[in-house]
């Protein structure tokens, strides 16, 4: 999946052999021959090769011909190498000036040929390549996505991020961040075959093309391996405590926790794609699926059946509000629900843990109390404790300004009071959308 294309336009039959044997041979690409201009222009709009070879014995004046191929390929921009049996200074620099990126006299020694594309190659490669993981940039990996849908072969796409990467950025700087990013493509690299692709969509943003068997495989390796080596992004303090502080809205405190990766994954094995617009959009749901678990995580969109025969989908939000205070808990309830949650109240801080063991929330609005708000920051760690609950979004509210304290009861967000409650909102948003 990763050869680079090479689209040899070439009228002679021997000749274009002779060239596509030795490109094959020597710079590992995947040659095409085009014996007339129709089916060059044809392929070029197909393949959209990487480089063209074009020789100078077609009616159509060499000239012409190059600027028609930089019209026909002005969106992704291949190399164009002209092969003419004229040496004269002028006829090569009028091609250069038509578009062409060389210019080859025939004939022309077969090493010789075989280098100068090589080095075309290898500097194209190098021009559209991620200057932190030397990884393809965005483009290619959209063009190596629409060439693998139109090879008909069978093929996976795997969408890989890390998760919580940017507040790792904003405490650790971006050396740290490029040193965690090299870290992952190496991992990445590991993991894949010389047959499979692996490319950037983002910047932080990758995708791997493979074999549908070997999808889930790569995926749980990533999950584990990645998991074991991410502590050691972080200094002794950090590491240990198993998460960030940051500074939230106003004088909120927010624990974020160490960096994971997502994974999503979607194949042609279940569903037809015509181009890579419609791949990226079914695997980024998948992504975000994975993204709403709790650490390393993938998900594929192999059909999981319930029971009863049907397709299981999550279905509308759930917020159970713990507050003392009657009043308070009307106004949020009735907030939640204008903005579509399905939420429950309670005030009997012992009848919590029965109601999230009853409604199962994807997220609580835990009020610690006035009295005692001790007691309120245990049942905090007690719903996190439980193995079912560790993936429920828990915003503590609490008159205890102790931020460490708060979040290492288990609290996803602490807000101390009185807060303003556009921006408890605003966080609810974040955590379930």
């Known amino acids: 999946m990763q050869a680079q294309v090479v689209l040899i336009i070439d009228s002679r039959m021997e000749m274009s052999q002779k060239y596509k044997r030795i490109l094959q041979q020597d710079c590992y690409v995947h040659a095409v021959i085009s014996h007339d201009l129709e089916n060059a222009f044809s392929n070029l709009e197909e393949l959209e090769p990487d480089l063209i070879i074009v020789a100078d014995n077609f009616d159509e004046n060499i000239n012409s011909l190059c600027t028609n191929i930089r019209q026909k390929s002005s969106l992704y921009r291949p190399v164009v190498v002209v092969l003419s049996k004229s040496s004269y200074l002028d006829d090569k620099l009028n091609v250069l000036k038509s578009g062409a990126d060389d210019f080859m006299s025939e004939p022309i020694d077969s090493a010789e040929f075989s280098a100068r594309i090589f080095a075309h190659i290898r500097r194209h490669v190098e021009e559209l390549s991620n200057p932190v993981t030397a990884l393809p940039l965005a483009n290619v990996s959209y063009k190596v996505i629409n060439r693998t849908i139109k090879s008909g072969a069978d093929w996976a796409l795997m969408y890989l991020d890390i998760d919580d990467l940017k507040p790792y950025t904003d405490i650790y700087g971006y050396i740290a961040t490029d040193k965690v990013l090299k870290t992952y493509t190496a991992l990445l690299k590991s993991a894949i075959d010389k047959g499979d692709f692996l490319g950037h969509v983002r910047e932080d943003s990758f995708i791997i093309l493979t074999d549908p068997i070997k999808a889930d495989k790569i995926a749980a390796f990533l999950n584990?391996?990645?998991?074991?080596?991410?502590?050691?992004?972080?200094?002794?303090?950090?590491?240990?405590?198993?998460?960030?502080?940051?500074?939230?809205?106003?004088?909120?405190?927010?624990?974020?926790?160490?960096?994971?990766t997502s994974i999503g994954?979607?194949?042609?094995?279940?569903?037809?794609?015509?181009?890579?617009?419609?791949?990226?959009?079914?695997?980024?749901?998948?992504?975000?699926?994975?993204?709403?678990?709790?650490?390393?995580?993938?998900?594929?969109d192999r059909p999981k059946i319930c029971a009863e025969g049907g397709i299981c989908e999550r279905t509308s939000k759930k917020i159970l509000v713990f507050e003392s205070d009657a009043a308070l808990a009307y106004l949020l309830t009735t907030t939640l629900e204008m903005q579509g949650y399905i939420t429950e109240a309670t005030s009997c801080v012992n009848e919590i843990l029965n109601d999230v063991e009853k409604n199962r929330p994807d997220l609580i609005l835990l009020d610690a109390g006035d009295k005692d708000p001790e007691k309120g920051l245990e049942i905090c760690k007690q719903i996190k404790d439980h193995d079912q609950f560790q993936n429920i979004k828990i915003i503590v509210s609490s008159i205890i300004h102790d931020k460490e304290k708060i979040l290492n009861a288990g609290a996803d967000l602490y807000l101390p009071k009185p807060y303003d409650l556009m921006t408890l909102f605003s966080w609810i948003n974040r955590f379930l959308s």
Request: no cysteine; hydrophobic share 40%.
């Open 224 to 260: 584990f391996a990645f998991d074991s080596v991410s502590p050691r992004f972080y200094n002794g303090e950090d590491a240990k405590r198993g998460y960030l502080i940051i500074d939230g809205d106003d004088k909120a405190g927010i624990k974020v926790p160490l960096v994971a």
């Open 265 to 300: 994954i979607v194949s042609n094995q279940y569903r037809n794609f015509s181009n890579y617009q419609e791949v990226l959009t079914a695997v980024i749901n998948m992504h975000k699926l994975a993204k709403v678990q709790s650490g390393s995580s993938w998900i594929s």
